[in-house]
């Protein structure tokens, strides 16, 4: 059975748009703390939120948050 793991590109996003976590969080209505579990890969955010982060950056999801095999 494969099994999955989600990559996400919010640090590098966030650091070239010139955001701090907060900055982030307060954009999108969650924690700072959400924000660097995801960063870290320890939180995947609901469809919603990476929805919402994507438009932040002026991404599509795809470019934002990549599903790999492990």
């Known amino acids: 059975m494969?099994?999955?793991v989600v990559h996400n590109?919010?640090?590098e996003s966030r650091q070239n748009h010139?955001?701090?976590q907060q900055?982030?969080?307060d954009a999108v209505g969650v924690s700072?703390?959400?924000i660097n579990s995801i960063e870290q890969g320890?939180?995947?955010p609901s469809l919603p939120l990476a929805?919402?982060?994507?438009?932040v950056f002026g991404?599509?999801?795809d470019a934002l948050f990549e599903l790999k095999e492990r």
């Open 32 to 34: 700072r703390q959400s």
């Open 18 to 20: 010139g955001l701090t």
């Open 59 to 61: 991404l599509s999801t």
């Open 2 to 4: 494969a099994r999955f």
């Open 51 to 55: 929805l919402h982060l994507a438009r």
């Open 42 to 44: 320890k939180y995947i």
């Open 9 to 11: 590109r919010v640090r």
């Open 23 to 25: 900055d982030l969080a």
